[in-house]
């Protein structure tokens, strides 16, 4: 049985590394293959133009691509359009997979003022990319039976130390008011999506995928400053975080015998400061 992940960049190489650990074969599609490493047999394949053959045993397909820019082209481009692709490329070849993950992301919720979101909860940011990372999610679910759709909150992990690189800069500011957020540590992102396409028989359409704590971010900085034994970052006016304050309730996820291996951002952020892990290019 084959695994196809469209748009295999850091979260994707990862699900791929692990799937082929488990003795799967894993074909990585996106328009750089030569970056993938061993273990993925990387194809060429540009998600917004025709696409290569699809490999006729294939069992699971996971949809991971990236808008390179914050505009509505390129998240039409990269979500939409290429969602859509894939699955004609499927219905070209006469391929039906077992299951189709599409990564998504919980900027498709809007501001609820700081109460806890579910799979339940109105997904209807106005957010023009939001919107158009809603659709494709809807272009999936629309016309696959087998659809499964992951919304992750902001991904941290290996190499992507936005928040770490504010506090070791100085450039860190404390907001003034308290400041929700939610995120996942890549691993566990890429572990949730092995465990959804492997591991749950019957999926539901929609999983959010977050760690245990939603956390006011000037609790995060304290503890990256005091972690680095850096000066505590001083208090101030933040811009308030795009997208809208919100709890992410993951209990869906977990129900489904999924756990984490850094349930809050502590452990999380412990072992990205030991260097545990590299970021995938
Ligand atoms: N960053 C976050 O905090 C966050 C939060 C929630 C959800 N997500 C979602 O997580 C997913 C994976 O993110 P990531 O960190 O793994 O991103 P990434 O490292 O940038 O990987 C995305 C990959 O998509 C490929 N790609 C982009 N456009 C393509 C196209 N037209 N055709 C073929 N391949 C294409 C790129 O490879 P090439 O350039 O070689 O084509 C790249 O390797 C995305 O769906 C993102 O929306 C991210």
């Known amino acids: 049985m084959t695994v196809l992940i469209a748009g295999c960049g850091d979260l994707g190489t990862e699900v791929g590394l692990r799937l082929a650990a488990r003795g799967e074969r894993v074909v990585g599609w996106r328009r750089s293959p030569g970056r993938l490493p061993a273990g993925i047999e990387g194809v060429a394949a540009d998600l917004t133009r025709p696409l290569p053959p699809v490999p006729e045993d294939t069992d699971v397909v996971v949809v991971a691509t990236a808008a390179g820019e914050r505009t509505e082209a390129a998240y039409r481009s990269a979500y939409v359009d ?63 039976d087998h659809g499964t759709v992951l919304r992750l909150s902001g991904i941290y992990g290996p190499g992507r130390t936005r928040l770490i690189d504010q506090v070791t800069s100085g450039e860190a500011v404390l907001p003034a008011e308290p400041q929700w957020t939610n995120r996942i540590h890549r691993d566990d992102a890429a572990a949730a999506i092995v465990h959804l396409v492997t591991a749950v028989a019957h999926p539901a359409p929609v999983y959010l995928g977050s760690d245990e704590l939603p956390v006011d971010l000037g609790e995060v900085l304290q503890f990256l400053a005091a ?44 072992a990205v400061l030991a260097g545990k892990g590299v970021r995938h290019p």
């Open 227 to 270: 972690e680095l034994g850096l000066p505590e970052p001083p208090r101030g006016e933040v811009s308030p975080t795009r997208g809208g304050a919100r709890r992410v309730d993951s209990g869906l996820l977990r129900s489904t015998g999924f756990s984490f291996t850094y349930p809050t951002y502590r452990e999380g952020y412990r």
């Open 82 to 144: 290429a969602t859509g692709n894939v699955l004609d490329a499927l219905e070209r070849d006469g391929v039906s997979p077992r299951r189709i993950l599409f990564v998504s992301s919980t900027a498709v919720y809007g501001d609820f003022d700081g109460a806890l979101v579910t799979e339940e909860s109105p997904a209807e940011s106005t957010a023009p990319t939001a919107r158009l990372v809603r659709e494709a999610e809807q272009v999936l679910l629309g016309r696959s």
